[in-house]
């Protein structure tokens, strides 16, 4: 009896050459979170931008968001508590009289700077990315203590240890306010941003505007043509990249599945003995 030739599984492969498609042609970044929601720079916290009035920030961050209301958040300052989902983001001070927050707290250790330093950091994790560390205490600032790093980020970020009032991390000499010397697990607190309002506060800064782009130069001969090339934007190379791999991975699953008919009949004789 002549056994009967079985139908390769064509939905099979269909499926594979369609995901391998997807594959190639989907863009990553549609799956992923927004870079830069959950990081700590100079201009603030997240999609956050130090010098915004309460009502921009809430435009800014939108409905998943809440913008608490007015209270005494520090000693010396009033402000916002941010929370999402329940769970406080970071605070936002008014340390001026206009009404502007221009001072962000973080203490939620899911934000971090661009080198991956935030709160719960140890200050020997911090030193070993940021260089020798130096901590700082002054009475005239409410008794908090500072850590900084010798190539830390510049400008307006600094990291505040958990030390206030003389229950300090850092080992200092008798008199002194400042050391190299802290506790063994020594850790940052929370990660403080803050500008002055009106002098150096990111939405202080005029918008800048896209110019114009500059007309592609026509030829001489009035033809409308443009006498150079377009720039090459790498799709065509991309598409050309997806057919293949295509066709490559349906080829192979067919021959998989057609191996037994695609071998010589004494070949099939030898597998049978």
Excluded: H
């Excluded at 929370?190 to 896209?210: F, H, K, L, Q």
Aim: hydrophobic content about 40%.
């Amino acid at each position: 009896m002549r056994l009967s030739r079985p139908q390769p599984k064509i939905a099979v492969v269909i499926a594979v050459a369609i995901a391998v498609v997807l594959a190639f042609l989907l863009p990553s970044a549609a799956f992923a979170e927004p870079a830069g929601s959950n990081t700590i720079t100079a201009d603030g916290v997240g999609d956050a931008m130090l010098g915004w009035s309460p009502q921009e920030l809430a435009d800014a961050l939108g409905a998943d968001y809440d913008i608490g209301d007015e209270i005494r958040i520090t000693v010396d300052f009033d402000g916002r508590v941010i929370t999402r989902d329940g769970v406080v983001q970071f605070r936002a001070a008014m340390t001026g009289n206009t009404g502007d927050l221009t001072l962000f707290m973080v203490s939620n250790p899911e934000y971090t700077t661009t080198a991956g330093v935030g709160p719960t950091t140890t200050i020997a994790e911090a030193e070993a990315i940021y260089g020798d560390a130096t901590l700082t205490w002054n009475q005239d600032n409410k008794g908090r203590e500072f850590v900084s790093f010798a190539d830390g980020p510049e400008g307006r970020i600094a990291f505040r240890t958990p030390g206030i009032g003389g229950t300090n991390v850092g080992i200092y000499a008798d008199g002194e306010l400042e050391t190299s010397n802290y506790a063994d697990g020594a850790a940052i607190a929370s990660v403080w941003v803050s500008c002055v309002s009106g002098t150096d506060c990111p939405a202080d800064r005029p918008v800048e505007t896209t110019p114009e782009p500059t007309p592609a130069p026509v030829a001489d001969d009035g033809s409308g043509a443009s006498d150079g090339e377009l720039p090459r934007t790498g799709s065509t190379e991309l598409m050309l990249v997806s057919l293949v791999a295509t066709l490559f991975v349906v080829g192979g699953a067919l021959v998989l599945v057609e191996r037994r008919y695609l071998c010589p009949a004494w070949l099939k004789l030898s597998s049978r003995r």
